[in-house]
């Protein structure tokens, strides 16, 4: 019982690290400078910061959900 709960929250955690990382670099690719203000670098970069955090955590709660309820599905039958 604890080894699965252990075993859900690293799963968890590698989840959240890798979607955040892959939004981080999915919005490398925007030029989101020409939608700031010039000489705004810090705010932009925060900006940026906390849109990939809500981004990559909102898509890895999706996978998380998917997966452990896809696991929980065979108890209907």
């Not at 929250?9 to 890798?18: F, K, P, Q, W, Y």
């Not at 955040?20 to 203000?37: C, D, G, N, P, R």
């Not at 849109?51 to 890895?60: D, K, L």
Request: proline fraction near 1%.
């Amino acid at each position: 019982m604890e080894a699965d709960i252990g075993a859900q929250a690293l799963i968890s955690i590698l989840s959240h690290i890798v979607f955040i990382a892959v939004t981080w670099w999915a919005l490398q690719s925007v030029q989101y400078e020409k939608w700031m203000k010039p000489n705004k670098v810090l705010q932009i970069r925060l900006l940026l910061i906390l849109v990939t955090i809500a981004i990559g955590s909102t898509v890895s709660n999706f996978f998380l959900d998917y997966l452990f309820l896809s696991q929980r599905i065979h108890f209907l039958f």
